[in-house]
């Protein structure tokens, strides 16, 4: 399987892919705004997609609807600091299968990846 992680910090990204490491994906490739997610998503065409909220250039809820537009079956799992509930319904209601609260744990990636991969 093949996992985009999109996020603007250097460390989030690090973190995501060394939670990931051992686990099902054979390719891991990174995006540093949605606008580059957008661009990577059409030419990787990975299997799931971390997307952070926000991020300069384009945010992750508007590189959310593109990248559904483009394949409403993408699955999208939201890794963010925003801690409103608002923020993860918007989020959900745009077509992310899942959310996941900063800072995150290996287990938690682990196990938010299991439930969304497992629908």
Known sequence: MKLLIVDDSLIMRRAIE???????FKEVRTATNGRLAVEMFDRYQPDVVTMDITMPDMDGLTAVDLILKRN???VILVVSALADKATAVEAIKR???GFLLKPITAEAVQ???DDI???
């Open 117 to 119: 991969l497992s629908d």
């Open 72 to 74: 409403p079956k993408a």
């Open 111 to 113: 196990t938010a990846l």
């Open 18 to 24: 060394r939670s990931l490491a051992r686990t099902r």
């Open 95 to 97: 077509g992310a299968q």
